[in-house]
């Protein structure tokens, strides 16, 4: 342990008992990821926050240009919450800022195919394409820099560095166009077979096999504020075991105010749409999904494969999915209420109908084949449309 850091940190945390302040201002970011370090060691957990808070408003370019670093620093502390809690919105919304770094050489193959794999990865495949490329290049000696003067060797030396990452890409969401420029230069990096997989995908679209070119993992972008990745994931697969979704955002409460009218000006006619919504206090999720479309006029809609749902917090495959067991009455539509999921046709009440206007819901069994919840208040929603990749 550094006695100058010691001597530093201890005549620092004096003040802040004193009043409530440290002096950092002549510290550069790594020797303060070290006194971080240090006053965990020295159980000084009143000043934990402080100096997370400090790196995060002080040194927030130098965190972005030293990314790899403070992520293996991260690694080893999962107990600094405020600094993994930034390392993992990087990851996922700003993940340009990780191939930014002073040194892409550096990052590990492990952590590049774990960044790959990530859920909600903010990046278009193309550019992962480009990013994985760019890293291998960098990882690979004596390279030059005009593609076209490479040897036999040299795209053999890349490809022993790409084959582990290149199995994860999913070719099936780059353009052909794309395709052709930026990766068929490449070509000799891949195995035969394979590629002429992805050839075939692109000029033989009846033969095209799926389970080669959109890889094993899944990937999706979601604009919520209340369900993440791995929950859409299992909705998803109520929805489609095959098939793949983005989620396009229709309506939020919060965002464009909680009416029956705001919900049907933007959700009417949008056949495919999944509604989330959060109780209150507990901030537990239900919803429904509707493979139809929403509309104004009263009138059932019949269908067999909507659902709804509760999702479980704590294992999310103890989450309950309620199946329609009566189809002529699965949707229920009229301007003055929000969702509205199952009726009986002689009345009573819905399985799952939301009162937007008041932010309550209301829960029964009728028409679907398990009660999700009790009646209660919600402090938010959304409503997505759910669009099939073809």
């Known amino acids: 342990m550094n006695s100058n850091f010691i001597e530093f940190l201890l005549k620092d945390y004096s003040r ?59 690694l080893k502390h999962n107990e600094f919450f405020k600094l993994n809690e930034y390392i993992k919105d990087i990851i996922t919304n700003a993940p340009e800022f990780i191939f930014n770094d002073t040194d892409i050489s550096n ?106 070119l959109y890889s094993t993992n899944f990937r999706c972008r979601l604009d919520s504020i209340l369900i993440d990745s791995k929950q859409l994931r299992f909705i998803s697969k109520w929805i489609s075991k095959d098939s793949y979704f983005k989620f396009e955002l229709l309506t939020r409460g919060s965002r464009d105010g909680f009416s029956e009218q705001v919900f049907h000006n933007r959700c009417d006619s949008k056949d495919h749409s999944l509604t989330i919504l959060r109780i209150k206090n507990t901030g537990e999720i239900l919803g429904g999904y509707n493979p139809l479309n929403w509309a104004s006029k009263r009138d059932y809609y019949v269908t067999n494969d909507s659902f709804i749902f509760s999702l479980n917090k704590e294992d999310i495959n103890k989450s309950i999915i309620s199946k329609v067991i009566n189809s002529n009455c699965a949707i229920y539509n009229c301007k003055e209420r929000g969702p509205r999921f199952g009726r009986h046709v002689d009345g009573g009440k819905d399985d799952l109908m939301v009162y937007v206007s008041d932010k309550r819901f209301e829960c029964t069994k009728n028409s679907y084949d398990k009660l999700i919840a009790q009646s209660n208040q919600f402090d938010e929603y959304e409503v997505f449309q759910v669009i099939k990749k073809s």
Request: aromatic fraction near 16%; hydrophobic fraction near 40%.
């Open 16 to 74: 802040y008992i004193y009043n409530g302040n440290l002096d950092f201002n002549e510290q550069n970011g790594m020797i303060l990821l070290e006194v971080l370090k240090l006053a965990d060691e020295l159980c000084l957990t009143e000043i934990l926050d402080y100096i997370q808070d400090y790196i995060l408003k002080y040194h927030k370019n130098w965190l972005r240009e030293n990314f790899y670093k403070v992520y293996q620093f991260t």
């Open 107 to 212: 990052i590990s193959q492990e952590f590049l195919i774990s960044l790959i794999q990530l859920d909600g990865l903010q990046l278009d495949e193309i550019e992962i394409w480009n990013h994985v490329i760019k890293w291998g290049i960098a990882r690979t000696s004596n390279l030059s820099n005009e593609l076209s003067s490479w040897s036999d060797n040299d795209f053999k030396a890349l490809k022993e560095n790409l084959n582990p990452l290149i199995s994860f890409i999913r070719f099936g969401f780059i353009s052909s166009s794309d395709f052709y420029i930026k990766i068929n230069p490449y070509r000799k990096i891949f195995e035969e077979n394979f590629y002429q997989s992805i050839l075939e995908y692109y000029l033989v679209p009846e033969k095209r096999d799926k389970s080669i």
